[in-house]
């Protein structure tokens, strides 16, 4: 079946006018040529959701529509908004969620590991030291980190981005 923009805007004007022949075609020319959109975007489920939330779309935007505009490139301004909404959503669902088990299983492990992170900051400089306990351990803002050291905020993103840099190489060093 090949739709074409004329068919397609005759259609929409025929179902604007409450014709439900003109309206089902309508339909059934945009379900086709929304399928051949999605089809080089997304894969076969993806994409035949996303032909369905599209025509949700269509009927709901329906009364949008502009008659002295050509029909198809707003039906792609629909889809195209549907895939980008379908891109981010999957985009979402591949984060990974942090959690607050760290993964140490005893009280030891964690004394060990306060340990560890008190040798690392020991090696630092001591500005650098003092504004990532404050900020990474005690939970200040740059802006009290710095009004709490007498440093500006530059200097204080500076430090903890160069602290947290030479405590990794202490690690890979060992």
Known sequence: MRVTEDDLHAL???SLDGDAQAYTALLTGCQY???????????GAQADDLV???MISLHSKRSSYDPTRPFLPWLAVIARYR????????????????HDDTGIDSDEDVVSAQLG????????KPTQASVIRMV??????????AEKSGQTEALVKVNIHRGIK?????VESE
Request: charged share 35%.
């Open 12 to 14: 929409m004007l025929r």
């Open 33 to 43: 040529w929304l399928k051949r959109f999605f089809d080089r975007r997304m894969t």
């Open 52 to 54: 369905q939330e599209t």
């Open 83 to 98: 895939w980008i909404d379908a891109l981010r959503k999957t985009a979402r669902a591949n984060e990974t969620e942090l």
């Open 117 to 124: 992170v008190m040798r690392l900051l020991d090696a630092l």
């Open 136 to 145: 990474k351990l005690e939970g200040l803002t740059i802006r009290e980190a």
């Open 166 to 170: 030479r405590m990794a190489a202490l």
